[in-house]
């Protein structure tokens, strides 16, 4: 037996529990699959395990992400399946034990139950809601939403003093190589050994204060400072600037595919609470030591609403970032 494989055994074997007793109530000869095209894997006891069965597994276990493919012919799958394999024996067994009639047994099943019920209502949410088209859309109008900044390639030479930078510019204004200066002079650790590199391109906003001060008006080709910054003056080579790209769909999409799947089932259950009649059977929250208190000034909150208790509220949507500079 492969206990060390289940970490949460008490919850694998509860839904386990659920897919098995529904198994048992099935004639052997009439099993079809449960999605089409799927393939029986395994049995156990005469029982089919299927190719679907073994992907959901990997995707609770976060192994996969929903809709990703798992090809049967690789160990994951066939390490997958050994484990789903371990979970038909321990139901089974406790089927034979009579631990299925047990009430606690019974409570963690219907618990388990509720969930993939859940998840299946989510799964259909996401499947008539969260289309190409709508993905396409929100991308569409987060791009016209969201603003380009320039982004820039630049070297620099960082000294002591700004007289030994005044002298470093003449230099470089009478034909000196600027990386060559940078890797002889340059007291920045970060980019004296590359020539002065910062390293890709970047955008001002990731500076420090006083490089997007000198740098804001700065075109391809100029020389600017000496300015001073952390650790003494600032010589910067603007080598290129364009305008930064923006993200792409395929990058967004993981993103606008979660703020569209959440917006979906907020409102869903802001349909279903104001339908429903929930009620909260516990009492005031304790205090808690040295949490803020409202002082005794402040004026008394509205009175509380006849209606069912409307759904929380979500965060803020995350608006798709744009990529890391390369």
Not at 191 to 217: N, Q
């Amino acid at each position: 037996m492969k206990i060390a494989r289940h970490g949460a055994w008490s919850a694998l074997l509860a839904l386990a529990l659920v897919f098995t007793v529904a198994a048992c109530d099935r004639n052997k000869g009439s099993e079809r699959p449960p999605e089409a095209g799927d393939t029986a894997v395994a049995r156990v006891d005469g029982r089919a395990i299927w190719a679907s069965d073994v992907k959901r597994e990997a995707v609770a276990q976060g192994l996969i992400g929903e809709g990703e493919p798992l090809d049967v012919s690789s160990d994951l799958f066939r390490r997958v399946l050994d484990e789903v394999v371990d979970q038909r024996l321990l139901a089974a067994e406790a089927i034979r034990q009579k631990l299925d009639k047990d009430p606690i047994a019974q409570q963690r099943i219907r618990a388990a139950e509720q969930r993939i019920l859940a998840d299946m209502v989510v799964e259909g949410v996401v499947e008539k809601k969260v289309t190409e088209s709508a993905i396409r859309g929100l991308y569409q109008e987060q791009l016209r939403l969201s603003r380009q900044s320039d982004e820039m390639k630049a070297r620099q030479i960082v000294v002591p003093s700004q007289a030994q930078a005044e002298e470093i510019k003449k230099l470089i204004t009478a034909g000196a190589s600027f990386e060559a200066l940078a890797m002889e002079r340059s007291t920045d650790a970060a980019t004296r050994f590359s020539g002065g590199d910062f390293g890709g391109y970047f955008t001002l906003d990731v500076m420090p204060e006083a490089y997007t001060a000198a740098l804001k008006d700065a075109k391809a080709g100029d020389m600017v400072g000496p300015f001073p910054v952390e650790g003494g003056f600032a010589l910067v080579r603007v080598e290129e600037k364009r305008q930064e790209a923006p993200i792409t769909l395929e990058a967004a999409r993981p993103q606008i595919v979660r703020f569209l799947t959440y917006d979906e089932v907020r409102e869903l259950l802001e349909n279903l609470r104001g339908k429903a009649k929930v009620e909260v059977l516990l009492g005031k929250q304790p205090d808690v030591p040295g949490a803020p208190r409202e002082p005794a000034s402040a004026p008394p909150g509205p009175p509380p609403a006849a209606a069912a208790p409307a759904a929380p509220q979500p965060a803020a949507p995350v608006v798709p970032a744009p990529p890391a500079k390369k």
